[in-house]
């Protein structure tokens, strides 16, 4: 059975089961039992290959030792041992404080986790099938890693999980701009599902890390958080797939509840690669950490807190919606602060279709670098490929629709860049004199012409008598048929 069959053949089990209600619950669910699935097979691996290894489990609540024998508890005792003991003992854990231990790891994944399920003959179905995938074989854990990222987009579905998700094809083409080393440190704030960090954890491996202190240096330079608890517990569970044992980098816990002077100096980082959640709003109280931008719109919160982390000569590249580049205030100031702080070089003008169908919504990469002023920042329009109206479900963006974009950029040191019917040039004086309006439109695009607005309203009104007369007919037409 492949691994995808799979894992249809545990959702459709976990179907039948009257507690677990809809996408996002079912994903939670099949999310902490693959947790622990993974971190036993990679303690069996760890104990053979290190002397001094310990779990982080205790014997008894080890995969092993209560779900691997597809004959083992079921029905009420299974559930009585879930309940009563398994999750009180991973919600209370506690950390030994050294290097390298996964406990605090494991509770801070159980602390907000939930056992959906309500029938302990089910469970023991799905803990089965879970059982028959091997994380310690390298082809099945990779496989597996591409379900899983499936399973990631499928949580879109999931209400406003959307929010947890950027398109692989835009991570990875980020990733690939900003080309992150071993032994940089990597932050993302608004980590989700664990996207950014993936795309970078898969480019250093390609690209750079050659011997164990290569992979030592990357794995050390990784930091994010989150504040959600079910995209806590999906990018946890995503740095293990990955190989990543010790995952205690990613914190859960909301990055903008610090005040913004209280991030000191040896906390500032090489770089930023994240998508913001955008047209949130935070909590009373979280825009006082922020005197100068005040505002509760998530976004420029979080803005205004990547300047402030990257070290001189950092750089970051941003996913922002429209409204951050046109809107006024707040945003303006912040706007200027950015190009005073920053060299705010690039900015890729994505299509509304990008993260349809769940929004559609204009967003934009921003990319700058920190310790100079923005002089001049140059836009790129991605356009949708020719004979396709707009991304979707079934069309997505992928990474060589950005070919061209990557063709033009003038590699690492962005030279010999050319204006063309896609990319062109604004100085920093024309942004000033705008009132730092960053919505400039592709000036190389005649705009539309719609029309007299006097004619057009003619037309409307005209549209709209027709429409009318028509209903009438129809209503005519209807009472005479049923008079019969």
Request: hydrophobic share 35%; net charge negative; charged share 25%.
């Amino acid at each position: 059975m492949s691994v995808r069959t799979l894992v249809k053949s545990i959702q459709d089990i976990m179907r039948q089961d009257s507690g677990v209600d809809g996408d996002a619950q079912r994903i939670s669910q099949l999310c902490w039992m693959f947790f622990l699935k993974i971190i036993d097979d990679q303690d069996q691996e760890l104990e053979l290959t290190q002397d001094s290894y310990i779990s982080p489990l205790p014997e008894k609540l080890q995969w092993r030792n209560w779900a691997a024998d597809p004959e083992g508890i079921t029905g009420d005792a299974l559930l009585n041992f879930v309940n009563g003991e398994l999750f009180p003992a991973l919600k209370n854990l506690t950390p030994t404080g050294k290097s390298g231990d996964r406990r605090r790891v494991v509770r801070d994944v159980f602390e907000d986790a939930y056992n959906y399920m309500k029938s302990g003959q089910l469970m023991r179905q799905v803990v089965n099938k879970i059982a028959q995938v091997d994380f310690n074989n390298l082809a099945e854990r990779q496989h597996f890693g591409d379900i899983y990222e499936q399973i990631l987009a499928d949580l879109q579905s999931a209400g406003n999980a959307g929010e947890y998700y950027t398109p692989r094809a835009v991570t990875s083409f980020m990733v690939d701009r900003i080309n992150p080393h071993p032994g940089e440190i990597l932050f993302d704030p608004a980590c989700g599902t664990g996207g950014f960090l993936t795309c970078s954890i898969r480019h250093m491996r390609e690209h750079y890390v050659k011997k164990p202190s290569d992979e030592w240096l990357l794995k050390n330079g990784l930091r994010a958080v989150e504040k959600k608890p079910l995209p806590h517990m999906l990018c946890v569970t995503n740095m293990l797939l990955h190989g990543i044992e010790d995952a205690s980098f990613v914190r859960h816990d909301n990055t903008l509840a610090r005040p913004l002077v209280s991030w000191s100096k040896d906390e500032r980082v090489d770089i930023v690669l994240t998508n913001p959640p955008f047209g949130g709003r935070e909590e009373d109280g979280v825009e006082d950490n922020f005197p100068t931008f005040r505002t509760k719109e998530t976004a420029d919160l979080f803005l205004a807190l990547i300047i402030r982390l990257l070290k001189p000569e950092g750089r970051a590249a941003v996913v922002l919606p429209d409204g951050t580049l046109f809107g006024e205030g707040v945003k303006t100031r912040l706007k200027e602060h950015l190009m005073e702080e920053c060299n705010l070089h690039t900015i890729v003008r994505l299509p509304n279709s990008v993260f349809k169908p769940y929004a559609s919504i204009g967003t934009n990469l921003l990319f700058f670098e920190k310790g100079a002023p923005t002089k001049e920042i140059w836009f790129y329009e991605h356009r949708v490929p020719e004979g396709q109206k707009a991304y979707s479900m079934t069309r997505p963006i992928r990474l060589e629709h950005f070919k061209s974009c990557i063709d033009w950029w003038g590699g690492p040191e962005r030279k010999n860049r050319e204006k063309t019917p896609q990319a062109w040039r604004v100085t920093a004086e024309e942004v000033k004199a705008r009132n730092y309006n960053l919505d400039f439109k592709n000036p190389h695009e005649v705009a539309d012409d719609h029309g007299d607005p006097e004619h057009l309203l003619a037309d409307l009104n005209a549209a709209e008598a027709e429409t009318a007369r028509l209903r009438d007919q129809l209503k005519a037409i209807l009472a005479e048929a049923l008079a019969r």
